[in-house]
């Protein structure tokens, strides 16, 4: 399939946090045909918080691209590359002291020649737009969500719960990390939008909203208008948008 990637991400403060806990990479590799995009929200206080995102994307960059020579597959590079983000965090966390705690989520989503392949910890998400359907890829690792699926709460308790920001899985909680990584990588199709975003634009931004903001927009007005309607809606997080889009080449 002869295609081309379009992107764009944008990061917000919010109205209510003094400093952005979230990164984001992108990096293109064109020589392999191969998109990298990462998110990452930082957990653990404003400082700790965001020095955890940044090594995430850091870490995960360098470890992914690092095995490149090496006769792996692009599932094994990610678990790589997330385990080292892991063990990096966790490092940084235990010597020194005002960043003890901390650690961050992480979405990741590899584009390589006609395949997407997606790996994550903790409640950043990963969305495809296709056929006029949003379909969310990844699944939240919190306290809530695991008691929606066990049946114990409904969809509208889940969205309200107090524990909906509670983390079961996220990098720098523990050194046995089992992220998630999708076994089967996604055949791409002409006019695929990839969304990756933090929690801070999913708590206040609804999947119809997502779908049809992103999907009657260029890819940067989406990622603007996306911050702005989250912003308009009180903005108590920091709020990361990265959108990828498929066309024919």
Known sequence: MNYEVTVAHLSDTGREREENEDSIGHICDERNHLHLLIIADGLGGTACGQVASQLAVQAIRQGFFSQEDNPLTIHQRLEFAILEANRIILHRAGRDRQCKGMGSTCAVL?????????????????????????????????????????GLI?????????????????????????????????????????????DGLTTLVRDEEIFRLTSSSPVQSACETLIE?????????????????????
């Open 110 to 150: 590899v584009l390589k020649d006609d395949q997407a392949f997606i790996a994550h910890a903790g409640d950043s998400r990963i969305y495809l737009i296709r056929d006029g359907r949003i379909l969310q890829l990844t699944h939240d690792h919190t306290r809530a969500q695991r008691m929606l699926d066990d």
């Open 154 to 198: 409904t969809e509208e308790e889940a969205a309200g719960h107090p524990d909906r920001n509670w983390l079961d899985k996220a990098l720098g909680l523990k050194e046995s990390l089992r992220p998630d990584i999708r076994i089967d990588p996604l055949p791409l199709q002409i006019d695929d939008t990839f969304v990756l975003c933090t």
């Open 229 to 249: 309607l989250a912003n308009q809606r009180g903005g108590h997080d920091n709020v990361s948008v990265v959108i990828a889009k498929v066309s024919r080449k």
